[in-house]
Nanobody
Framework: QVQVVQSGGGLVQAGGSLRLSCAAS????????MGWYRQAPGKQRELVAA???????EYADSVRGRFSISRDNAKNTVFLQMNSLNAEDTAVYYC?????????WGQGTQVTVSS
């Protein structure tokens, strides 16, 4: 069983920054891929960024250069540093943690960017 708990998010002005955190708790074994998706009103959920245990990263074109994903393998924690936020970044952000082919999701956190 894996529990994924998110923290961070909130309201920020355009051009500002926010940091999201996500911790996966497991009783045994390790976490493989971790990452972030987001879903804006009326839109499909989309990949924001992902990171492997070895530190290889992937970013959506819309956030590359502005967002940075990192992780602490010892704590099964992943972070998303979001800079130069704009109104298009407004969405509910979901963290995921993958283990043995199963994707576990966090509860979601609202990020609202005011222009």
């Amino acid at each position: 069983q894996v529990q994924v708990v998110q923290s961070g998010g909130g309201l920020v002005q355009a051009g500002g920054s926010l940091r999201l955190s996500c911790a996966a708790s497991i009783s045994i074994g390790g976490i493989n891929l971790m990452g972030w998706y987001r879903q804006a009103p009326g839109k499909q959920r989309e990949l924001v960024a992902a990171i492997t245990p070895g530190g290889n990263t992937e970013y959506a074109d819309s956030v590359r250069g502005r967002f940075s994903i990192s992780r602490d393998n010892a704590k099964n924690t992943v972070f998303l540093q979001m800079n130069s936020l704009n109104a298009e970044d407004t969405a509910v952000y979901y963290c995921h943690a993958d283990r043995i082919g199963i994707r576990y999701w966090g509860q979601g956190t609202q990020v609202t960017v005011s222009s």
